[in-house]
């Protein structure tokens, strides 16, 4: 398709956990600007970014929380920055931790790639809204989830996305497709370039495969049972590519750009 520019896309989105030191100012409370959008505040630093921001929520937000219908669809907070912490990312969450618990969080939206900002705000804000029963997805399948919606909501991104997963190479064997389906926000950090791409693919994979109310239904059936996240087993179960790594290749090498 020759579209390079499209090409630092993968691995751009990763979920940040930080611990909060006690009486930290965090970039969104420091930034001047405000949009209040109905869905939330989009906050920055130049007014063309929190407008051009502000737009895209309002358009957006309705139409992911009618597809994931969150329990609390508490208001988002954006923060559009000049120059995100991390360099390579467009688009990240931060979540602040102390003992175990979320204490507050913020979305960043990076002033590159804004030619994908729809499909990074919505992609965001499924993670923001993926609360009750979608908390069962493992991490992969959750990046799944905001890829898919986030390509049904925004074609460009998807042509894009498309692109970035058409070039992952193929997994080596079927473990590391398994071992994809275990990370977690806490092994994340630890992860290689290559794995993170690679629970980026099966998480796409899985959930173009199952749909919306495929992870959905997965997610009840592991409140149902009280198990923390839906156990690897049942994902390639219900994907019906069976433990087969050359047939879970095949799902989505078939058009490289
Ligand atoms: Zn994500």
Not at 82 to 109: C, Q, S, W
Not at 124 to 135: I, L, T
Not at 196 to 201: C, P, Q, S, V
Not at 211 to 221: I, M, S, T
């Amino acid at each position: 398709m020759g579209l390079p520019h499209l090409r630092p896309m993968r691995a751009v989105l990763p979920l940040v956990l930080l611990a909060l030191a006690s009486c930290a100012s965090t970039e969104f409370d420091r930034a001047p600007l405000t949009c209040d959008t109905g869905f939330g505040t989009v906050r920055g630093f130049a007014a063309e970014d929190v407008e051009e921001v502000g737009r895209l929520v309002r358009d957006l937000a309705p139409r992911v929380q009618e597809i994931l219908r969150p329990e609390h669809a508490e208001p988002v907070r954006v923060v559009v920055l000049d120059t995100p912490a991390d360099p390579n990312a467009k688009a990240f969450t931060h979540e602040f931790v102390r003992e175990g618990h979320l204490v507050d969080r913020f979305i960043v939206v990076g002033s590159e790639g804004r030619h994908l900002r729809a499909f990074l705000v919505a992609h965001e804000c499924v993670h923001w809204w993926a609360d009750g029963p979608w908390d069962r997805l493992p991490l992969a399948l959750e990046e799944g989830l905001a890829d898919l919606i986030a390509c049904q909501l925004d074609p460009v991104g998807r042509e894009a996305k498309l692109y970035d997963l058409a070039h992952v190479p193929p997994a080596a064997s079927f473990e590391e497709i398994e071992a994809a389906l275990r990370v977690t926000r806490e092994t994340w950090a630890g992860l290689t370039a290559a794995e993170r791409e690679r629970a980026y693919w099966v998480g796409y994979v899985v959930a173009s495969r199952l749909g919306v109310d495929g992870l959905r239904e997965l997610a009840e059936q592991a409140a149902l049972d009280g198990v923390r996240f839906v156990p690897p087993e049942r994902v390639v179960d219900r994907v019906g590519l069976g433990r087969n790594v050359q047939t879970w290749n095949a799902s989505i090498h078939r058009s490289p750009g």
